[in-house]
């Protein structure tokens, strides 16, 4: 019994819709946007095409729509039809094809080019473009931590105020590939090492590990920050005296020169010494070259300095320097 009463209303609407689709197709869609102004750059100008079209077009758009009002069941059969929109959206609804929109008709245009944002205030313009909910602002930029350049990073986490950081200078010393062996297989890693310092006596390193070479800089110049020394330096140029030191296999020579004399040594200890804001001095590493531990000699030999005030307190001495003495007075 359903299936008698059901059927004839079935076949009703199948011979309609399939009349009403064939006569809608065979409309050129690019005759509906009569609105599209002919000033945007790198668009293509649609084909003129004559009135009778447009008329036919739009009788044929509201005979559809109010076929859709009364068959509420085809309305589902049309989404997954070729009169949907075929974007790069992908899209699951049908929208009104006699109104122009430049998101849905032109996505591969940039819309937000000057010429066409002109083009959208112009009053024969008629359409507004509307996003849906949930798609988010395409243009909107990235906020992420890992997107963010080093200057702004290095801002928001570490305490120290924007005006010192502009005043530091992040060196690195060292980048590598690291692998570990497991019984998983093998885990590759970047290794990075680096140095801050302000060239006015503080200066410190980091060390960092993370999957990419980014990542490890990024780690390496905060803890850097935080392991920051103070180094004397003798006229703000040049170290005390010699200074001898051993770290592991690297054995280390620095010694203090005259003014305009340079920095004759290696580039580990060059950067170094550039970031304390040492000018005139001559160093030789004997042993191992590794450029790590070449670097951590290097922040031990400026910790072992001995200083003439020290000298003369172990001695039970009063020490005064009688340059300095003279040229203060």
Known sequence: MLRQFFEPAKTAARTCFSSLKKRFITVNRLSFHSS??????????????????TKNADSNIDELESFLLTNPLVKQHIQNAKLAR?????????????NYDELHDYPHLNTSSPAVQNALKNPKFTHQARLPPDIEDMDKPPTTMERLGFAEYMRRTSVVPEEVLRKLVFV??????????????????????????????????????????????????????????????????????VIRTKFHAVHLTMRSRPPGFGLRCSAVVHEICNCAGISDISA??????????????????????????????????????????????
């Open 36 to 53: 599209i102004p002919a000033n945007i750059s790198n668009q293509q100008t649609p084909r003129k095409t004559p009135e009778t079209d």
């Open 86 to 98: 075929n974007t790069k959206l992908h899209l699951s609804y049908v929208s009104k094809l006699n």
């Open 172 to 241: 690195p010393l060292v980048s590598r590939r690291v692998v570990n062996q497991t019984r998983k297989g093998k885990i590759v890693s970047m290794y990075s090492m680096a140095a801050v310092g302000d060239r006015n006596g503080l200066v410190g390193y980091g060390e960092g590990k993370g999957a990419t070479t980014a990542i490890a800089y990024k780690k390496a110049s905060m803890k850097a920050l935080r392991n920051m020394i103070f180094v004397p330096r003798y006229q703000d140029r040049t170290v005390y005296g």
């Open 284 to 329: 030789k590493v004997i042993g191992s070259r590794n450029r790590m531990n070449v670097a951590k000699a290097v922040f031990e030999a400026l910790q072992q300095q001995r200083l003439p005030e020290h000298i003369a307190i172990e001695r039970g001495q009063r020490f005064i320097d009688v340059q300095q003495q003279y040229y203060r007075a």
